[in-house]
C-alpha cells in the first residue's frame, strides 16, 4: 500500500493543523510541533531497548523488537488512543522524528484498520527547520519595542495590539527575578516554536516589549533578538503609585490566584510567598546585605498584613525595590540605548503610548 504523505509545509502550523506525534514522551518533551497530541508508538522505556538493538544489531533486529514489544495487549491499546484522535480529529496529520519508520508504521496499522491518514515528510525536523527560518525573516519586518520602567504595564499594552507579539506570554515568564509562573517553563525548542506561529499570524509590522535576550528559562532567537536592539524605541512613563497598584494586581494578586489554582489555597499561598521571598534573595549580590534585610522584614510583614486582609501592604517593600534597583537599573539601560544612538519614537503615558503603537502600525503597514 502506498502511503499518504503531506509536505513539511507552515501552512499546517498557520491553520492550526491537528498533528499526531508518534515519538516517544521523552522526545516530545524536548519540544513539540505547535498543537501537537503526543500518542506515541512506543514509549521511553521500549525506544531505548530498540535504540540498542540498532546500534548492536542493525535496523531489522530492531524492527523485529519492536514488532514484538508493542503487540498484543500493548498494540491494541495504542491503535484505540490513535483512532479515538481520528474519529474526534479526521484531518489530523502524523509525524515521527524525520517523517519516517516510525509515522510509517502507524500509517500502515491505521490504514489496515480502515483509517488512511498522511505523514509529514521530513516529519518534525522539516517543519522544525522551516519554523526557525520564518523567525529570521520575521526579524526583517518593521519592529517596534515598548520599552519603560517595571510597573508600566507593557505587557498589558502589547496585548491590546493586533500585531504584538508577547514574548513572555510564549516564555511563561514575567522577565524579572519576580517573574517566574506557577506553570512549568517551556523548554527552548517549543518557546521557538510557538513564537515563529506567532509570527506566522502576523505578515507586517511587529509590536514587541523591551526584553534581555534571556526571559526566565528561554532565549529569543538571535536573530530575532538583534532585530529587537535596533528598533526605535516607545517608552511608557507612569508616576510610582500607578505602577506599584499594576505590580500589586500583577506580582501580588494574579500570582497568588494562579498559585491557588494550580495548588490549593493553603499550598497555594505558602508557595506564591516562597517564590516572592527567594526572588528577592536572588538579588542578594545586587542589593547588598543591608537593603536586603530590610527589604525582607518588609515583605515578612506584607505577607502577615496579606493575610489578613491587606494587601497594600506589599507596597512597604515594593516601593523601595522599585526606587533603589529596578529604576536606576532601567535608566542604566535607557542611556547605553542613546548612547548607541537607538530611535526613540514616542514617550508618554501608558494611553498615549497604546494610541502611538497603533498609529506606528498603521504608518508602517501603509509604506509597505
Not at 87 to 102: D, K, N, Q, S, W
Not at 146 to 152: D, I, M, N
Not at 246 to 270: M, V
Request: charged share 25%; with cysteine.
Amino acid at each position: 500500500m502506498i502511503l499518504p504523505t503531506v509536505s513539511a509545509d507552515l501552512q499546517l502550523i498557520r491553520q492550526g493543523h491537528p498533528l499526531i506525534d508518534v515519538r516517544a514522551p521523552v522526545e516530545f518533551a524536548k519540544g513539540a510541533l505547535p498543537g501537537a497530541v503526543n500518542l506515541p508508538l512506543m514509549d521511553d522505556e521500549e525506544r531505548r531497548r530498540v535504540g540498542i538493538a540498532y546500534k548492536e544489531q542493525g535496523q531489522q533486529a530492531a524492527i523485529a523488537l519492536g514488532n514484538e514489544l508493542v503487540s498484543g495487549a500493548v498494540k491494541e491499546a495504542r491503535m484505540a488512543a490513535w483512532r479515538d484522535y481520528l474519529t474526534r480529529h479526521p484531518e489530523a496529520v502524523i509525524y515521527c522524528f524525520r517523517g519516517g519508520l516510525r509515522s510509517q508504521i502507524v500509517q500502515q496499522w491505521l490504514a489496515e484498520s480502515g483509517m488512511v491518514r498522511p505523514r509529514i515528510e521530513g516529519g518534525w525536523k522539516a517543519l522544525r527547520q522551516r519554523l526557525l527560518v520564518h523567525i529570521d525573516g520575521a526579524a526583517q519586518q518593521p519592529l517596534l519595542v515598548v520599552g519603560g520602567l517595571t510597573g508600566c504595564a507593557k505587557t498589558v499594552l502589547i496585548n491590546r495590539l493586533a500585531n504584538g507579539v508577547d514574548l513572555e506570554g510564549f516564555a511563561k515568564h514575567k522577565g524579572s527575578a519576580f517573574g517566574r509562573s506557577p506553570e512549568p517553563p517551556p523548554c527552548q525548542i517549543d518557546f521557538e516554536h510557538w513564537l515563529s506561529k506567532r509570527l506566522l499570524e502576523l505578515p507586517g509590522p511587529l509590536v514587541v516589549e523591551d526584553e534581555s535576550r534571556q526571559i526566565g528559562e528561554v532565549n529569543v532567537p538571535l536573530s530575532f533578538w538583534g532585530a529587537m536592539e535596533r528598533a526605535p524605541r516607545l517608552r511608557v512613563e507612569m508616576p510610582l503609585d500607578w505602577r506599584l497598584e499594576q505590580l500589586r494586581r500583577d506580582y501580588i494578586l494574579d500570582l497568588e490566584h494562579a498559585y491557588q489554582l494550580r495548588y490549593g489555597p493553603e499550598e497555594g499561598w505558602q508557595r506564591m510567598c516562597q517564590q516572592l521571598s527567594n526572588a528577592l534573595l536572588r538579588l542578594k549580590k545586587r542589593l547588598g546585605n543591608a537593603r536586603l534585610q530590610r527589604l525582607q522584614r518588609l515583605q515578612a510583614l506584607a505577607f502577615t498584613a496579606h493575610e489578613q486582609g491587606n494587601t497594600q501592604a506589599h507596597e512597604a517593600w515594593l516601593a523601595p525595590l522599585l526606587t533603589e534597583y529596578y529604576d536606576p537599573m532601567y535608566r542604566y539601560h535607557l542611556e547605553r540605548q542613546r548612547d548607541a544612538f537607538v530611535p526613540e519614537y514616542h514617550v508618554g503615558d501608558w494611553e498615549s503610548c497604546l494610541a502611538a503603537a497603533r498609529q506606528w502600525s498603521l504608518d508602517q503597514a501603509a509604506a509597505r
